[in-house]
């Protein structure tokens, strides 16, 4: 048994805010942020929206693109960085909003890679017959934990949420799945504040070494690539899609280089959603769906790295 993605879906909260708003608060400019990142603007949460909103709203277009109603969601996966509230999981909320109930719901804590690392789970328990079905969800309000002074960080984050709906499948489908961590480069790239006593302790904000971060990136990132492919025994070359993490164009290309995949392979949005954590992998891939560029038969590599440092890649036949 295997598991399929039988479909896709996103949010994006209504507000955009360009880097040229930006640009009049913190000391920064268009020209710099698009050279350096390829990023030209991010969607910001209202105050009154949750992650968890971003996630339903995100969860019934998959929902529907897959045809499964609502109320026969089995296992519901949210990897996030940014939940409603410390417990319970944004992913038992979301099942309350979904009106299912019963199946099991948790959230994954591997920032950036959070996605690839819900993905290989909800795969394993679809394939090992564990559950009938799976929603599996990336979803973030990074605009929280950003310190709007601090110019490097502000400029690369923004909020979004995206969804697929794994059913199980007798062939294609997810083929091959790759997780990794290596906790001592927990101070890279960190949140380093707790709640203690009624009070935060210690920075409630996005740290993060740039520069250490962008060459472990594109490191890693080709690395769990090619892993994958060996796992399916397939060649970079039958990769049709590359849908990386959307942190930096830059890191994206160089990727893609060390792939030996022309550049229109790969799937863009860091230009419109900027960073969006562990919604930017499936809110590429719903674009790239509906836009009608990924179809059956169609192989689609999934790489993601972040905070942790986590990394990993999924290899999809679509279809
Ligand atoms: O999901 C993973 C999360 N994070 C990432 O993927 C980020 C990975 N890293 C990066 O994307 C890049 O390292 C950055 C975009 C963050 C920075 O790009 P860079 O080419 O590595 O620039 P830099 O850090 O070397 O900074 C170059 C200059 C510095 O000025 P000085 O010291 O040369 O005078 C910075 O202070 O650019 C300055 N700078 C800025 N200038 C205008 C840093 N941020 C900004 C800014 N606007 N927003």
Redesign the pocket.
Known sequence: MRSRVAGTGSCLPARVVTNDELARS????DA??AA??GIRQRHVAADDETTSDLALAASREALAAAGLASSDVDLIVVATTTPDMIFPSTACILQAKLGARGGPAFDVQAV?AGFVYALAIADGMVRSGAVRNALVVGAEIYSRILDWRD??TC??FGDGAGAVVLLPAQEGGVLATKLYADGHHKDI?CVPGSVRSGAVSGSPFVH?D??H??KF?VKVLADAAEATLAEATLPASAVDWLVP?Q??L??MDATARRLHLPPERMVVTVDRHA?T?AASIPLALDCAVRDGRVRAGHHVMMVG??GGFTWGAALVRWG
Request: glycine share 14%; aromatic share 6%; charged share 15%.
């Open positions: 913190v000391d920064t400019s710099w942020i350096r990142t950036c110019r490097g400029v690369l790239l993060m740039g520069g971060v962008f990136a993490h942190a930096n830059r890191i960073n954590s790295v972040g």
